[in-house]
């Protein structure tokens, strides 16, 4: 009897185990065609992750427009507005689809509008809050560079 109780132990660690791996590192995903990783998800999940870069790319082109005109209180604005204080809207099911560097790249890049937001209200010098949000721009491009958003059971 110990003996089966040691091996359904094992067996039910290996079970919780790999299920944190899935749901932590690997997330729900396959190598695209492109050679780039997609995370298949739910179309509604899909709708959301992309709403979320939209909102990037907006925050970006009201920053440069607000960089141009020397206005560093705009240019806060928008950067906290799409900062740590635009997460957390993603459910656990979601969280679990994404890949571990996905969601460290999402949160950094989080993080660097909030950085951008400082550097702006600390008197940022525009040239300087510019290249600041060209850095800030790279983690944009590699991620569109190494992921993609697939529906799942659809591919693109």
């Known amino acids: 009897m110990k003996k089966l109780s040691l091996i359904l132990n094992i067996v039910f660690a290996a079970i919780i185990a790999l299920g944190a791996y899935k749901f932590i590192f690997a997330g729900s995903v396959e190598v695209a065609d492109d050679g780039r990783t997609a995370i298949i998800v739910e179309a509604g999940e899909r ?3 992309l709403g979320e870069m939209r909102g990037f790319l907006e925050g970006v082109q009201g920053i440069v427009t607000a960089i141009a005109a020397d206005d560093m209180e705009t240019v806060a604005s928008l950067s906290t507005s ?3 204080a635009a997460t957390g809207g993603e459910t656990a099911v979601l ?5 571990l560097d996905f969601k460290t790249l999402g949160l950094a890049t989080h993080a660097l509008f909030d950085d951008l ?3 702006a209200t600390d008197g940022g010098d525009p040239i300087a809050v510019a290249a600041s949000l060209g850095a800030l721009l790279e983690n944009c491009t590699s991620c569109h ?12």
């Open 47 to 49: 709708d959301f992750l």
């Open 145 to 156: 560079a190494g992921y993609r958003i697939d529906v799942a059971g659809m591919g693109e």
């Open 95 to 99: 969280i679990g689809k994404l890949p």
């Open 82 to 84: 799409v900062g740590m």
């Open 117 to 119: 937001a400082t550097e």
